[in-house]
């Protein structure tokens, strides 16, 4: 899929500079270590015409500035090419620009509250020690409108990501936690300035300060590190390369990034291509494997006027096809619409940290009035009933609270990013740790992605061993599984394609061929089921028959078997046909599996597990699951996806094997025991400290030390958490998978 | 307590040009790569051989 790269029109991602100069991002891959840093930066600055060259070590993107007439882009990337790393221009997505925007913002909100809660903090440790000797009045007076001073305008501008969200949510009708959060903020602020008004001893400036700035280190960690997962997921999109030959108006061909295609383009699909957007055959017919779509494993046929779809694999006819936005009655037209239906359940869901606060916040609040109440009657003055009542709103603002998950989710955000899993919304988390059900699409999820060869057990290695070698040099996707199958990564000199046949060589002085079985005067075989492959091997007198076909993901027997032990209900649905889905189903034991559905189908299906009150998982990868994905309780889709699904799954993981499913749900679930102990930490918390609040014992001093103390135990139990080591996941599909898959072959 | 007039406005002077300071830091986009510039400090790359 990654042609040759000097042949690529990358104008569309060139940036004009400033004096004729042009500028790039791009997104690398093959970055391991820190030398390479210095060794592409090197290298790309010796390159005549560049002007600069550098390399985010964070992002793994590569900004190279060059003068516009001495060089340009696609010789560039070859120069990249050349010394290993395979780079590929990048453009922001809208979403990661606006996460960086909030990033920044955050960062800058908690540089002031930082700022502010230091200075303030220096002047109230001078009153606090000043009230117990010898301050006079008038010093601790000017110490306050210091505070005040410095705390104001700093809360009005840090306190800005509670206040927005909080009215927000008011507005919204349902209060979250930065309710509570800003409440107690401008009561403590209020409360302090009438004091320092009134020639007070006590003011709460610090206490109202230091609670932003414990609250905006969890935002702002929580959001870098969703900021990371955005970057990483960027640059994988980015690094699939996808390229398109477009057909320009003079009727030559141009390739091109497949983002700049625009309906209404033209293009021509070669054999073994993907195709590379949706649209309507012109002309050429062809055999396509629309697995990534439907999950059907058997090849279609299909001839001008037919409508094809993004990610379809061509086999052996050239088509040209005209690009199409989505049209009337298409099958993508279908599968958006009931994506939108079924994502509005999802946007339901409560997350812990507000269900706790709409729990927490009227409890605090009905407190803090009746200890007023309680104290007016006693005879207290208002003034000091206020100041009390007031304490305890400060002393109970949910400092531990308003941490307790996302210091979690962060730590656990951490940990599935190290494994190559990337999550995609912020309560996903949350929701796999409810999961109870999962329901998994056969094609491309329980099966890899690409076809493998199944029978190489019976094959003589050698032959086997010749024929991956020459497969090296065909693009035709049945050559391609034959090739992954070699240990020799060397294609032989001289190697003659013969279109719609095969591809030969001479070794040795012997005539070595492989494609169709005319083409290599092979005896015809009979495929052992409907959806195997074939491709036949002559060496001399030597010939074999390879059987290629979907093969399982190398662990998905023990994975599923672990899920299935620790008590999830599993199930297939697929969009392939029945009998391709039952014997895979037997082999995994799987008791519930359907085949031969339709995405509004798969809706139906998870909706009526929903109905059996279960919180079911679906895990899919293809165009026709995207729907199902939205419409469950939580969803995973493999890197490997169609983008659709990717866009409607809660996170995607980054592996051949399936073990991220169980990772994914391990770790959720673990994530959630802390935040649950972790709010168990705040009613304790509060249990000790609400009392005095009411009692009147709450000092300034006391209320400070309480919300770091709380704040820091809650941080310190979201490290306890347990990380999973990553599985190597660079590992292709070698031969690894073939095991499995002969086993099955033989059952 | 008059030495308070001076030394107060001067600290605080000092945490604004702080403050100040690291915004200058976030803008000029300092905090964008966290892992390269510990690398980079080792490259010999601009010294003269």
Avoid at chain 1, 180 to 207: C, K, N, R, W
Avoid at chain 1, 621 to 631: E, R, S, Y
Wanted: glycine share 6%; charged share 20%.
């Amino acid at each position: 899929m990654y042609d040759a790269p000097d042949t690529i029109d990358f104008s569309s991602f060139v940036r004009p500079a400033e004096q004729g100069r042009a500028s790039m991002d791009l997104a690398l891959d093959g970055v391991d270590c820190a030398a390479c840093m210095d060794d592409i930066e090197r290298t790309m600055a010796a390159v005549p015409g560049v002007v600069s060259a550098r390399l985010n070590l964070t992002t793994y993107r590569l900004r190279l500035i060059w003068e516009a007439e001495k060089t340009n882009a696609s010789a560039l990337i070859a120069a990249l090419a050349k010394g290993g790393y395979r780079a590929y221009p990048f453009e922001q997505s809208r979403v990661e620009q606006e996460e960086t925007r909030r990033t920044q913002w955050l960062l800058k909100c908690l540089a002031v509250a930082g700022f502010a809660s230091m200075n303030i903090m220096l002047l109230s440790v001078s009153v606090w020690s000043g009230n117990a000797t010898d301050i006079t009045p008038e010093t601790r007076d000017f110490f306050h409108w210091l505070s005040a001073l410095i705390a104001l305008p700093a809360a009005a501008y840090a306190g800005q990501p509670f206040f927005r969200s909080a009215l927000a949510s008011m507005r919204a009708g349902k209060l979250n936690m930065d309710f509570p959060i800003s409440l107690g903020i401008l009561l403590a602020l209020t409360m302090s300035v009438v004091e320092t008004a009134l020639h007070g001893q006590e003011a709460y400036f610090d206490s109202a300060v230091m609670l932003l700035l414990f609250l905006l280190a969890g935002r702002y960690l929580d959001q870098a590190m969703r900021k990371r997962t955005r970057a990483a997921a960027g640059n994988l999109a980015a690094l699939k390369g996808e390229i398109a030959q477009r057909v320009g108006e003079d009727g030559g061909l141009v390739t091109v990034p497949v983002g700049v295609l625009k309906a209404g383009d033209q293009i021509f699909v070669r054999p073994g291509d993907r195709i590379p957007a949706d649209g309507m055959i012109l002309s050429g017919s062809s055999e396509i494997d629309t697995s990534l779509v439907t999950g059907e494993t058997m090849r279609t046929r299909v001839g001008s006027g037919a409508q094809v779809y993004a990610g379809s694999m061509n086999f052996d006819g050239a088509l040209n096809v005209q690009v199409t936005a989505a049209g009337e009655g298409t099958m993508l037209d279908e599968v958006a619409r009931l994506v939108e239906k079924a994502g509005e359940a999802r946007s339901r869901y409560l997350r812990l940290a507000d269900r706790a606060a709409r729990v927490y916040a009227p409890i605090v609040h009905v407190t803090a009035a009746s200890t007023l109440i309680f104290w007016l009657l006693m005879g207290a003055g208002a003034h000091h009933a206020i100041i009390i009542a007031i304490s305890v709103l400060i002393i109970t603002c949910p400092c531990a609270l308003a941490l307790a998950v996302p210091a979690v989710q962060v730590v656990a955000a951490g940990h599935l990013f190290r494994a190559g899993i990337f999550l995609n919304n912020a309560d996903a988390l949350e929701r796999l740790a409810e999961i109870d059900t999962i329901v998994f699409d056969k094609t491309g999820t329980l099966t890899l992605p690409d076809p493998n060869v199944v029978n190489a057990g019976t094959i003589a290695p050698e032959l086997l061993r010749r024929a991956a070698r020459v497969a090296l040099s065909s693009r035709h996707p049945l050559a391609q599984a034959v090739a992954r199958l070699g240990v020799d990564a060397t294609p032989f000199d001289q190697v003659e394609e013969v279109a719609g046949a095969g591809v030969r060589t001479l070794v040795d002085g012997i005539d070595l061929r492989l494609g169709h079985a005319a083409f290599c005067d092979a005896q015809v075989h009979q495929p052992s089921s409907p959806d195997v492959s074939l491709i036949y091997v002559r060496y001399g007198d030597q010939q074999a028959a390879i059987e290629i076909r979907q093969s399982l993901r190398p662990d998905a027997m023990a994975i599923v078997e672990t899920l299935r032990r620790r008590g999830f209900d599993l199930h297939i649905f697929s969009g392939d046909r029945p009998e391709a889905v039952a014997p895979l189903a037997r082999q995994l034991g799987i008791a519930d599996a359907q085949g031969g559905m339709n995405p509004a189908q798969k809706i139906a299906a998870i909706e009526s597990l929903r109905a059996q009150w279960r919180k079911v998982l679906m895990v899919g990868d293809g165009m026709n699951d995207a729907p199902a994905l939205a419409a469950a309780y939580a969803s995973l889709s493999p890197i490997t996806a169609a983008d659709l699904a990717q866009a409607q799954a809660d996170a995607v993981f980054l592996s051949d094997r399936l073990a991220p499913v169980a990772q994914a749900l391990d770790l959720a679930r673990q994530a959630r025991a802390l935040m649950r102990q972790n709010l168990w930490i705040a009613v304790v918390y509060n249990a000790f400290a609400v009392p005095l609040a009411i009692a009147g014992y709450v000092t300034p001093l006391i209320a400070a030390a309480a919300m770091s103390g709380s704040s820091i135990i809650v941080t310190l139990n979201a490290l306890r958490m347990r990380g999973v080591a990553r599985k190597d996941h660079t590992e292709r599909s070698a031969p690894t998978p073939l095991t499995v898959a002969t086993q099955e072959h033989r059952a | 307590m008059n030495v308070l007039v001076y030394l107060v406005p001067i600290a605080l002077a000092l945490g604004i040009t702080a403050l100040f300071a690291f915004m200058w830091s976030l803008k000029n986009g300092q905090y964008e790569d966290s892992e390269g510039p510990a690398h980079r400090i080792l490259s010999d790359e601009d010294v003269k051989k």
